[in-house]
């Protein structure tokens, strides 16, 4: 059973579009939620959230968190070919040594 | 280092050999993590190891896969009997003491095993 589900799985969008990515995830009572930036090799982080209704803001990426409707966004303004990338989501269960739950992710393509 | 360093950045071996891969996770963090991701996949959790406590093997998906970790630092993870389907990137991360929970996870370039 799928614990973190993003959406879409795909999206091709023009450079300086807006972009709204989605994950929804399955747990309750987690610790925080990730968002990460995949490109060729590691995943990079980006936010950490973990109260609801409080966006965290870096540049032209924000994100944040719904904990009653179970779900998160990722925003992405006037995009740029460096946005392209994977977008992973990641839950922090409850009640474990710091483990996580990772969604399939979601591949943006930004074309110039 | 600065980072998480994998190595290799790459193995291609045949069928039934085993493989060893190797991660060194920041200096300082406690916690370090096994990941598999296959091509289109997320990332699939395989173990986690927290400073001197038993490792957390539940997501190893067979007798197969091992991993130990070395005074605390450095990582091995040991696929025996390799098979096609262990073909996948596999991703090292670490994070700072989970006894103050919400640290982000710091992650390795990954090796890329393609088993022949």
């Known amino acids: 059973e799928d614990k973190v589900v993003q959406s879409p799985l795909s999206l091709v969008v023009h450079e300086g579009d807006t972009v709204t990515l989605n994950c929804s995830y399955e747990v309750t009572n987690f610790r925080s939620l990730l968002w990460y930036k995949q490109e060729k090799k590691a995943p990079t982080f980006l936010f950490m959230l973990t109260s609801s209704g409080i966006e965290k803001k870096s540049g032209r990426l924000s994100s944040i968190l719904d904990k009653k409707e179970l779900s998160s966004i990722l925003n992405i303004t006037a995009t740029q070919t460096g946005d392209s990338a994977i977008y992973l989501c990641a839950v922090e269960l409850p009640n474990t040594g710091n483990q996580f739950y990772f969604g399939t992710g979601t591949s943006l393509t930004v074309i110039p | 280092g600065a980072g998480v360093s994998q190595s290799p950045s790459n193995k291609v071996t045949e069928k039934g050999k085993d493989v060893e891969l190797r991660c060194d996770p920041i200096?300082?963090?406690?916690?370090l993590y096994w990941y598999r991701q296959s091509l289109g996949q997320g990332l699939e959790f395989l173990i986690y190891f927290q400073g001197n406590s038993a490792p957390d093997k539940s997501g190893l998906p067979s007798d197969r896969f091992s991993a130990e970790r070395t005074g605390g630092s450095v990582s091995t993870l040991t696929i025996q009997r390799t098979q096609q389907e262990d073909s996948a990137v596999y991703l090292c991360a670490s994070s700072l003491s989970p006894t103050g929970y919400n640290q982000p996870q710091h992650f390795g370039d990954g090796t890329r095993l393609s088993i022949l």
């Open positions: 200096s300082g963090h406690t916690a």
